[in-house]
């Protein structure tokens, strides 16, 4: 029976929430998947709120960040706060491990 209703919940959820295999800033908050936010933009403690970016980040990827890509990743942040999200998405990006091997 629980099974039946988290698929109907998903039914009726996934109508109206678009899913991303990237993470992308919407509403001021980076978000991952089918609507799953990652990081609050304007958020007061912003200190706490970079550091649980970064560790969601590591669990999408599987793998850990280094410093660069950390700091990377709280620059995104920053800039998505002060309401430019195609320069924080740019930033975000080269949080991603692979943006290192080029």
């Not at 929430?17 to 007061?44: H, N, Y």
């Not at 709120?49 to 980040?57: G, K, M, N, S």
């Not at 793998?63 to 950390?70: A, G, V």
């Amino acid at each position: 029976m629980l099974v039946e209703t988290l698929r109907a919940d998903w039914s009726a959820r996934g109508v109206d929430v678009r899913v991303t295999a990237l993470p992308e800033f919407a509403d001021g908050a980076l978000m991952l998947g089918a609507g799953t936010k990652i990081a609050d933009a304007s958020a007061p403690d912003r200190a706490t709120e970079a550091d649980r970016a970064v560790a969601l980040i590591t669990v999408a990827i599987g793998r850990p960040l280094d410093e660069l890509q950390r700091a990377h990743a709280r620059r995104a942040l920053a800039t998505a706060r002060e309401g430019d999200a195609a320069l924080a998405l740019t930033k975000l990006s080269l949080a991603h491990p692979l943006s290192q091997r080029f």
